[in-house]
């Protein structure tokens, strides 16, 4: 483990050129190819948290896939850990753990505590190391309530929390969670992220995560990777990205009367009104300015009684990154 | 990273693969109403199976060169091995489901081969009862046959049945690899596997000749049962399957695993897609 943890020491994911094409029935026996990874080229370095953001099918979870060493790339190189994943792949499920967003690795008819007991047992985990890092994992994500219950008898973010637990058991050295929060409330996304800044800060380990949430992103992720029809088209801060393409947030206020629309707030833009200008929308930039500050400049002027921000959809930004990019 | 000191401790390489089987078994049990019926059940096929071959020989003394006896033989040792393959290896016939659920990616990101993860993935414990039909045949049918008695008959016995179990067992998988292809051919493959096991509880001597070409060699059917039984017994058998064949069983189980492990092989590189 010694040489192994220093091969993995300074990169986490290297890819050069990685392609991968599937052929695919287009009318009855006709068939024809779709490149749906395109000449990728990245490096990940260890420790790093990076999202990997794109439309549906813009190829991200074919480049997981390779990355983990579950499809055979049809050109190009992929070292994962400083392994290549289809031929390492035993050695690199030690140092790799993956939450599928839609893929549960727990047994559906077993409570989570005998799960990590089996999933104990399959990474040879020492009894020690057993009992220290469960204790960790059910603490830091609060699994303690549920964690006789049966599988199937737990709520989407119980189990969401469940999964990452399952895949962090054996202190993966690269996390990497396909869609991690879809379909989780504002709360359960809320602890869930927390959680992995935690466990990043405690242990050091390199996130890499596709989502659909820009919130996601924003608070988890240092760097971003924008991928569009298999090939990369964005690598940089996410702050870089929102100035490139302007990503803002909304504020949407629902008002004590009618107003007449909200113009002149510092940083922000009034995208429009409803309802006689009870609700009004204003759009503004994270980098310019924060939700709190467009909050009480408006404040000022008229008496909120409810608010809720909109995070910038992630189909949005490609959308604008190429309108900018004049396509 | 895990600190290289604490991994290791219990490395069993059997480790993994017990803790997965030892709670499939307690699930299964659990439900102590529902595993009782599934153990009656399985008992209940098991009794019409050996019903049915009863019920042929009221009307003939012997059919293929076999009489009941002998066909009790048959059909202990068939369905003993069949069973025993059944409950430990049976399940991998579920992998189209994995494949259309894509819970076979999940088997990816553990340290264990795929086609070992697959096979302790599920174990059924219901069968017991249906091995127990066909132990009781085979007791009975090891009574009632006249057998000069001897180590190496015993011996014999203890090849034949370990050697047919694997057979079955190699069936399930190369079934299993086939599924990669075609995923939803398990009606296909199910004919073979299951026909296999009808077959092999039947004298081989009354098949046609494709069915000869079919579960005499490429699946080596009449190597379960049938020709361990005819040279046991001294029987003639048939003319294109001479008895002395029955003493190839464990070369039947050689042929069905190689055959097994390379459809699987070729399954996983078809879904990985790395040609082929």
């Known amino acids: 483990m010694t040489t192994a943890s220093s091969a993995s020491g300074t990169t986490a994911i290297e890819v050069a050129g990685l392609t991968r094409r599937f052929r695919v029935r287009s009318r009855g026996f006709a068939r024809k190819e779709v490149t749906a990874v395109d000449g990728l080229t990245l490096t990940v370095g260890a420790g790093e948290s990076v999202g990997y953001i794109g439309a549906n099918g813009a190829g991200k979870s074919t480049t997981i896939k390779m990355l983990a060493g579950i499809l055979v790339p049809s050109a190009g190189t992929v070292r994962t850990c400083g392994l290549e994943p289809v031929r390492q792949r035993r050695e690199l499920a030690r140092r790799l753990g993956v939450v599928f967003g839609q893929r549960s690795q727990l047994w559906w008819d077993l409570p989570l505590a005998e799960s990590y007991r089996i999933l104990a047992a399959v990474h040879s985990l020492s009894p020690q190391r057993e009992r220290e890092r469960t204790a960790e994992l059910v603490e830091r994500l609060e699994l303690g309530e549920f964690l006789a219950t049966p599988v199937r008898q737990l709520s989407l973010g119980q189990r969401m929390r469940g999964e990452v637990a399952a895949a962090l058991l054996h202190s993966p050295a690269l996390l990497v969670l396909d869609e991690p929060t879809i379909g989780l409330d504002v709360l359960s996304k809320q602890r869930l992220r927390e959680f992995l800044l935690a466990e990043r800060a405690a242990h050091g380990t390199t996130l890499l995560l596709t989502t659909h949430d820009m919130g996601d992103v924003s608070r988890l992720c240092e760097r971003v990777l924008l991928v569009d029809r298999g090939r990369l088209a964005y690598d940089g801060s996410l702050a870089g990205l929102s100035k490139t393409v302007g990503a803002r947030r909304v504020l949407v206020v629902d008002l004590a009367a009618p107003a007449p629309d909200l113009l002149g707030v510092p940083h922000a833009e009034h995208l429009g009104s409803e309802g006689g200008g009870l609700r009004q929308r204003l759009a503004f930039d994270d980098a310019a300015t924060t939700a709190a500050a467009v909050l009480s400049a408006v404040s000022e002027r008229v008496e909120v009684r409810d608010l809720s921000v909109e995070e910038p959809d992630v189909e949005d930004v490609v959308r604008r990154i190429y309108a900018a990019g004049g396509r | ?276």
């Not at chain 2, 009941?68 to 409950?87: E, K, P, Q, Y």
């Not at chain 2, 009975?140 to 008695?149: K, R």
């Not at chain 2, 690899?177 to 001597?205: C, I, K």
């Open chain 2, 1 to 276: 990273m895990a600190d290289p000191a604490l991994r290791g401790g219990r490395t069993g390489w059997w480790r993994p693969y017990r803790a997965v089987l030892a709670s499939r078994v307690r699930a299964q049990t659990s439900y102590r109403g529902s595993f009782a019926l599934d153990l009656a059940s399985s008992v209940l096929i098991g009794l019409v199976e050996l019903a049915e071959i009863w019920v042929l020989y009221r009307s003939v003394d012997a059919l293929g060169g076999l009489d009941l006896a002998a066909v009790l033989l048959v059909f202990g040792i068939a369905d003993t091995a069949f069973s025993t393959a059944d409950l430990f290896v049976g399940h991998v016939d579920t992998l189209p489901r994995y494949l259309r659920a894509g819970t076979l990616d999940v088997f990816y990101l553990r340290p264990q081969p795929l086609l070992a993860q697959l096979v302790t993935s599920e174990i059924s414990v219901r069968r017991v009862t249906r091995i127990g039909v066909g132990l009781t045949a085979l007791v009975v049918g090891l009574a009632v046959n006249d057998i000069a008695w001897s180590p190496l008959v015993v011996a014999f016995l203890v090849v034949v049945l370990v050697a047919s179990t694997l057979t079955f067992a190699g069936l399930f998988v190369a079934a299993a690899g086939v599924q990669f292809f075609l995923v939803d051919a398990s009606e296909m493959t199910n004919a073979v596997v299951y026909g296999g096991r009808y077959a092999a509880t039947q004298p081989a001597s009354v098949w046609g000749k494709p069915l000869v070409a079919l579960f005499g060699f490429a699946v080596p059917i009449a190597f379960t049962a049938y020709l361990p039984v005819v040279a046991l017994l001294g029987l003639p058998g048939a003319e294109w399957l001479p008895s002395w064949l029955g003493w190839l069983a464990p070369l039947a189980a050689v042929w069905t695993w190689a055959v097994a492990l390379l459809a699987w092989r070729t399954g996983v590189r078809h879904y990985q897609g790395g040609g082929g």
